[in-house]
């Protein structure tokens, strides 16, 4: 059974403060690894995928890299509209996404 | 372009009735999920579709729960006898075969 662990559960930094999040999975097959983007009330918002180990993906202050075991979502110098839920799944030998429980980020002005 | 629509946005029922939940998804993708958020949870997947294949129910968490997809194209969940533990957010998804899926806003229903 696909598993995805998310670290921590909840994270508060000062503006300009850079950090990482982190998703721990374990897939039989892994054919993706997805990072989304949740604001309260609204549906999750598709941020990056990654197929392999040792990819990067930016974009704005984000960037997402994978290994064979985590991936990890780094945030430099976050801003307040970075506050969000960012979640992690992971598609294996079907098309389903298995999802994390995400990480809350609020970022302090 | 457009992107997922999902109605209604917000749903309150009694326990004991039926409900249907209506998705649009983008023009053009072939594959659409269905998945249940609740408070403090992952999302739990419920259901996919692909083309014209048999979806795959295997997320579906009784017979109460049912979907369909009407000419590859808008989808409804229906929830049958309605339970207070059915209270979520209900996401549906869709994606171009087995892409990123791109989600709506989803549908908040409460069972009282």
Avoid: M
Avoid at chain 2, 16 to 42: F, M, N
């Amino acid at each position: 059974e696909d598993q995805v662990t998310q670290s921590p559960e909840a994270l508060r930094l000062q503006e300009g403060e850079s950090s990482s999040l982190n998703c721990s999975y374990t897939v039989s097959g892994l054919r993706g690894l997805f990072w989304y983007r949740q604001d309260p009330g609204k549906g999750p918002e598709f941020l990056f995928t990654l197929y392999s180990a040792g990819e990067e993906k930016e974009k704005e202050r984000l960037k997402a890299t994978l290994t064979k075991k985590e991936s990890f979502l780094h945030i430099t110098a976050p801003k307040p509209e970075d506050s969000a839920t960012y979640l992690c799944a992971v598609r294996g030998a079907n098309s389903k996404l298995t999802f994390g429980k995400g990480i809350t980020l609020s970022v302090r002005p | 372009g457009a992107g997922v629509s999902q109605s209604p946005s917000n749903k309150v029922t009694e326990k004991g009735k039926d409900v249907e939940l209506r998705c649009d998804p983008i023009s053009g993708h072939t594959a659409l999920y269905w998945y249940r958020q609740s408070l403090g949870q992952g999302l739990e997947f419920l259901i996919y579709f692909q083309g014209n294949s048999a979806p795959d129910k295997s997320g579906l968490p009784s017979d109460r729960f049912s979907a369909e997809r009407t000419g590859g194209s808008v989808s409804t969940l229906t929830i049958q006898r309605t339970q207070q533990e059915d209270s979520a957010v209900y996401l549906c998804a869709s994606s171009l075969v087995a892409g990123e899926q791109y989600f709506g806003p989803g549908t908040r229903l409460t069972v009282t």
